[in-house]
C-alpha cells in the first residue's frame, strides 16, 4: 500500500487527478469506477481540464458509478448519477464515453445489480476503483457489518450514513445500492482519497488496525495494488 501525503484538500484533488490522468495516459486502465461525495469534486474539475487539453482518446474508457441511493433516477438532481454528469462526464463529452450509471429507481433492484455486475465483466473487469471514505468506514455504500465477499447489493444505510444526508432530500434515502466488497477486491487498483481531520480516526482504524468486517475500508488491507492520496489532517493519526 502506498501513501501519497498531501498538504490539504486543494492538493489532495490536483494529485488524485495527476494520479487518475497518468494512468489513463499511460494506458494502464480502460475501466474506471467513480465515487462521489465531497472528498472527489475537485479531482473531478482538474481530470476534466486535464482530459480536455490532451490528445487522449477518451471513447475507449469504460466508466461505472461505486453506488445510488435507491429511489433516485438518474436524472434527479440529487442522485449521484447526476452529480456525476454534472461534474465529469458533461466536461469531457459524455455522449462518446461507455459509462454505466446505477439506476436507484428500477423496478427491479436486484436486476439492476446483476446488469451492473455483468456490465463490469464485460468491461473485462474494474482496472482502478477510485474510493472515498465514509467517517465510519464505508467504501461505496457498504456499511460496517458487510461481509468482504458482496457483490453489486441493496445496503441498508447506517444512522451514522443518513444522518449525514442533507435534510433537502425528502424523503431521506434509508437504502442504497452499492457495488460490493468483493467486487472492488477484484478492481486491479484501487485508489482511496481522504480529506479532512474527520476522516483521521477511520483512516487510522482502517489501515493501522486488524482487518474488520465493522470497518469496511480495512478490507482493502488484503489488497495487492492500493493508494491512498490523503490530505495532512486526514492523516494525523496514522503513522
Ligand atoms: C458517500 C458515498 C461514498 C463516499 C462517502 C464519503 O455517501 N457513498 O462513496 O466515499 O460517503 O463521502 P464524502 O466524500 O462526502 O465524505
Known amino acids: 500500500m502506498s501513501v501519497i501525503r498531501c498538504s490539504d484538500y486543494s492538493d489532495m484533488g490536483r494529485r488524485a487527478a495527476d494520479y487518475v490522468f497518468d ?13 462521489t461525495g465531497k472528498t472527489p469534486r475537485l479531482m473531478y474539475a482538474f481530470l476534466a481540464g486535464q482530459l480536455r487539453c490532451s490528445e487522449i482518446d477518451i471513447t475507449r474508457i469504460s466508466f461505472v458509478n461505486l453506488d445510488e441511493y435507491v429511489g433516485l433516477a438518474n436524472d434527479h438532481p440529487q442522485s449521484f448519477a447526476y452529480e456525476l454528469q454534472k461534474q465529469f462526464f458533461s466536461k469531457i463529452g459524455m455522449k462518446q464515453l461507455a459509462v454505466r450509471l446505477l439506476n436507484g429507481a428500477a423496478q427491479d433492484l436486484s436486476l439492476e445489480c446483476r446488469q451492473h455486475e ?21 467504501i461505496a455504500f457498504n456499511e460496517p457489518g458487510t461481509p468482504f465477499n458482496t ?27 452499492t457495488l460490493g466488497i468483493g467486487t ?25 488496525e486488524p482487518p474488520s468486517v465493522f470497518v469496511p475500508a480495512s478490507a482493502l488491507q488484503s489488497h495487492p495494488c492500493v493508494t491512498i492520496i490523503a490530505d495532512r489532517s486526514a492523516l494525523r493519526e496514522s503513522r
Open 23 to 35: 494512468m489513463i495516459r499511460c494506458n494502464r486502465v480502460s475501466s474506471v469506477a467513480l465515487p
Open 184 to 208: 472492488i477486491l477484484e478492481a486491479r487498483m484501487v485508489l482511496l482519497m481522504a480529506s479532512g481531520e474527520e476522516k483521521a480516526p477511520i483512516i487510522r482504524r482502517a489501515f493501522h
Open 118 to 138: 455483468e456490465w463490469i465483466a464485460r468491461a473485462g473487469g474494474i482496472d482502478l476503483a477510485v474510493l472515498g471514505i465514509g467517517s465510519n468506514g464505508h
Open 151 to 177: 457483490r453489486t447489493h441493496i445496503s441498508d444505510l447506517a444512522v451514522a450514513t443518513t444522518d449525514r444526508i442533507p435534510s433537502s432530500y425528502a424523503p431521506k434515502p434509508s437504502r442504497a445500492i
